[in-house]
């Protein structure tokens, strides 16, 4: 362990005069950072870092720091309100908690007596630690419809890791992989789920081979021994490719391949059907880079694939993410040491039992909106958001009456958001539960306000796949919020589900808490928990998967009718297989770099991080720039065959001239009007929602890459 | 007499920017006004053809201080442990300083009319405590703060 230095915490509170300090665990993205939150006149004043945390080691992000100024910001919602005008027209009136969970519960118990519990849609976004109670909640409810992003985030990721090796393979920073491969991913800025951006940067301080792939040239690209500069949307023909010379020149692990996969034989066959010529034309990345960037990654051990949710927002989102394992499988770095591990959870209940998935009766499961369409998916009670757009405005296969959005801003961070918003403006009731009327929330009928992690006990990323469990301590009260798991609790006793909940929340802790033998009240006391650590467990229990090997080749896909081998199918706009619209459009548009300050839709009211970022910035080629008669700073058009957004020019000359980089979830809470903007610079006006624009397995929308043209405002 | 020095390795930044909040959140400057920047437009020639690096830009502290010989108030002052002080009570907000920088790394504070840079935290510095910005909150770990020589030293051995 590296020794870094930071401030005495004792002398802090003495220099300051703080009156307090709590160790919690920080929810500003899905980092989940161990912090100190100093206390003076029972208001938080300072977050810093805790240097004993061992997802962290004490250091944090600008969003962390600036969770005070979240917590506290003049326009937070702190009541629950009810909207007085129309939809849409901001206007709303103060009503008490009791009203207002008397008021959804009603509704909720009315559409399942007449329309069926699965006319009620559930939500969360990218999930503020309130997955488990959410799905607990619909599970009890009966309805099989619960929208997240998890068709296109991290979804994908748990489902294809579960059918192909049991569990999310986890990249082993704390034993420093030799071989680091970041496939689309900037964890250094995202802090993406089960990662933190630090012990990757250690590693690689302590000597990691760097590769690098991302039509981006990111400061990891720039750091990387080999940067593979693909085509945006040829993910899976690259890794074929590289699958395809690790294969051919033997340099896979003989022993875990002879004793430990299923289906060798017709992998070997797929491989070989991506020769680097084929591929080279692909993906525009030279044959040798991919030679030079598989050997390395084959014979550096261990070895390590950083992956991410790019590749999760395409069409070949299970097939790219299939074939990212494979090439971790074969090279035996799966569940290695220092490679990528399937780490155990502590004996508590997981997410999936606390989620109450068994309770959902079959007959319900099976109503489960896009379950026949999105047959992955449908099997990890993940849903395609077009089903339930669908099932508003055509009432197919049955119509969805109410709406229930628990930190989600779908209007913003769905594909084409026109038919979002057509979809919200005619759905019966919408309620949301956020911390600020939001474009979404603008056109709910009733809006809770949530608490913030400051503002809540929980037990922090339980349903993650690190293998730890940390405390997050409630430090202060914000108005009448409430957490989202107090709030589902209390309303789960007025729809008579209250023999499943408990009094307050913090049964439900010590629920999940029961198999270790501690409460809430042991556990609060704790730093953390962390489950056994233990390598190459297949060597003695095989894999938790139908053949108990590591499936190459997929029994589940071919049970549910797919390709059992993961291919490269051409995105469906593309210089290749929309020509014709590529000479109107001949831009490739990638979406949704992340930026530092900001998660998706969220933070852009908080000061310090919108000083971080004003404007929403789309970045082009300079050569393009000149082409297209744009100059630095200029407002600018990008216009998709869906519509069009404006964003502000900034040279990039890190990629190439055939690229335009936008990003993504940007509305302006500083706007007067109601939905603060909310179609102005939103990139899925964009983007295509339609199910042919979808993986056919998992439903993710390839919203990564279309075709655009960009000219000045 | 002990020496201090801000060192950060640019190399190793990731373009996080948590040192530009984490110097908001200890010295509260108004929008606009950074002492610690990170900048973005490093592009660079480099073995693969192009490069990019980030450039984090503070006051140096410089050894004779170019502003503080510009500031007819006598409002810059360097103290013998090297750190450079902005004394803004005394600042008559007429930008020589900002002029005489070489570093660009003055501005002026729209609001109060008065010129501001990063003083080093010396609040913290002389309680004790570590700069806002170099108090491990660097997940690059590239922000180094205390002697230059124990710096050079740690940076040698990679820590």
């Known amino acids: 362990m590296h020794k870094f230095s930071y401030s005495n915490v004792k002398r802090e509170m003495e220099v300051y005069g703080y009156d307090s300090v709590v160790k919690s665990h920080c929810r500003m993205c899905h980092g989940g950072c161990g912090v100190y939150v100093y206390v003076k006149d029972g208001k938080a004043v300072k977050i810093a870092g805790d240097p004993d945390c061992p997802i962290n080691h004490g250091t944090v992000c600008s969003k962390g720091i600036a969770s005070i100024q979240l917590a506290y910001h003049p326009d937070r919602l702190t009541y629950p309100v009810r909207r007085v005008g129309a939809k849409g027209s901001g206007k709303w009136e103060r009503i008490s908690w009791d009203e207002a969970l008397d008021t959804i519960s ?132 690259l890794a074929l490719g590289m699958l395809n ?106 997410v999936s039992q606390f989620g109450a998935h068994k309770m959902l009766p079959r007959e319900q499961a099976a109503k489960r909106l896009g379950g026949d369409r999105f047959r992955l998916a449908g099997n990890f009670a993940i849903i395609n958001p077009k089903c339930v757009w669908d099932a508003i405005l055509e009432e197919k296969p049955y119509p969805v009456k109410m709406l229930f959005f628990i930190s989600s801003n779908p209007l913003m961070t769905r594909a084409n958001a026109r038919a979002v918003y057509q979809a919200l403006q005619k759905v019966d009731f919408m309620v949301v539960s956020d911390f600020f009327l939001t474009p979404t929330a603008q056109l709910a009928d009733i809006v809770l306000p949530a608490a913030t992690w400051l503002e809540m006990d929980y037990i922090g990323d339980f349903w993650k796949r690190h293998g730890y469990i940390l405390p997050r301590r409630k430090v202060i009260q914000v108005g009448e919020c409430r957490s989202d798991h107090e709030m589902l609790n209390d309303l789960a006793h007025r729809v008579g589900q209250g023999q499943y909940w408990w009094d307050t929340f913090e049964g439900g802790l010590d629920y999940i808490l029961e198999p270790m033998g501690i409460t809430w009240k042991d556990f609060k006391k704790m730093d953390y928990i962390r489950g056994e650590v233990k390598y190459q467990k297949y060597k003695e229990k095989g894999f938790s998967t139908p053949t108990g090997k590591f499936e190459l080749y997929s029994t589940l896909l071919e049970k549910w009718g797919y390709d059992p081998l993961p291919c490269f199918r051409e995105p469906p706009e593309s210089p290749y297989s929309t020509p014709e619209l590529y000479k109107e459009y001949p831009y490739i548009l990638i979406t949704g770099r992340r930026l530092p300050g900001f998660f998706h839709t969220e933070n852009r009211q908080v000061p310090w991080l919108r000083e971080l ?28 065959p869906r519509g069009k957004v404006r964003q502000r020019a900034k040279f990039f000359p890190g990629m190439d001239q055939r690229i335009i980089s936008a990003e993504h979830a940007w509305w302006f809470p500083e706007k007067k009007d109601p939905g603060h903007g909310w179609d102005e610079s939103n990139i899925n006006i964009l983007t295509n929602n339609s199910y042919d624009n979808c993986d056919p397995a998992m439903g993710a929308t390839h919203v990564r890459t279309l075709l655009c043209k960009i000219y000045r405002e | 007499m002990q020496k201090y020095a801000l060192i950060i390795d640019n190399e190793r930044c990731w373009g996080c920017k948590t040192c530009e909040v984490a110097c908001k959140q200890e010295n509260g400057k108004p929008n606009g006004v950074k002492l610690i920047r990170v900048k973005e437009d490093g592009f660079r020639a480099g073995g693969n053809g192009l490069d990019f690096v980030f450039e984090v830009n503070v006051c140096r502290h410089c050894e004779e201080p170019a502003c503080m010989e510009a500031c007819p108030e006598e409002a810059i002052v360097k103290r013998e442990d090297g750190i450079v002080i902005l004394h803004e009570e005394r600042c ?45 909150v660097c997940l690059a770990h590239c922000i180094y703060f205390g002697g230059p020589e124990e710096i050079r030293e740690k940076i040698r051995k990679g820590i």
């Open chain 1, 613 to 640: 970022h004003r404007d929403p910035v789309v970045e082009i080629h300079p050569e393009t720039a000149k082409r297209e008669g744009i100059e630095e700073g200029d407002w600018v058009v990008i216009e998709s």
């Open chain 1, 106 to 237: 009603e509704k909720i118990l009315d559409y399942k007596k007449s329309f069926g519990a699965e006319s009620i849609v559930m939500g969360y976004g990218t999930g503020r630690e309130n997955e488990g109670v959410i799905y607990r909640f619909a599970n009890l409810l009966g309805t099989p419809n619960v929208l997240t992003a998890g068709h296109f985030c991290y979804g994908p990721r748990i489902a294809t890791t579960i059918i192909t090796c049991g569990s999310n393979p986890i990249v082993d920073y704390e034993n420093h992989p030799k071989c680091i491969m970041v496939w689309g991913n900037n964890l250094v800025i995202s802090n993406p789920d089960c990662y933190k951006g630090e012990p990757f940067s250690v590693s690689l301080d302590a000597g990691a081979k760097l590769i690098a792939v991302d039509p981006r040239l990111t400061r990891i690209a720039a750091r990387a021994d080999i940067w593979l500069q693909l085509r945006p949307g040829s993910d899976t023909a």
């Open chain 2, 92 to 136: 008559s907000g007429c930008q020589l300083c900002i002029d005489a920088c070489p570093y660009d790394a003055i501005s002026l504070d729209p609001q109060s009319g008065v010129a501001q840079k990063c003083n080093l935290c010396y609040q913290r510095v002389d309680s004790g405590l570590l700069p806002a910005c170099a108090d491990n």
């Open chain 1, 245 to 350: 010379v690790i294969v051919n020149e033997k340099l896979y692990d003989r022993q875990f391949v002879e004793n430990h996969v299923h289906g060798w034989e017709p992998f070997v066959e797929r491989v070989n059907e991506y020769p680097l010529e084929k591929v080279e034309k692909i993906t525009w990345v030279s044959k040798e880079k991919i030679r030079n960037a598989a050997r390395l990654f084959a014979t550096t051990k261990p070895a390590a694939i950083q992956w991410g949710v790019a590749i999760e927002q395409q069409i070949n989102c299970a097939d790219n993410n299939r074939a990212l394992l494979a090439l971790m499988g074969i090279t035996g770095n799966i569940d290695a040491k220092g490679g990528q591990v399937l780490f155990s959870a502590p004996k508590i209940r997981n």
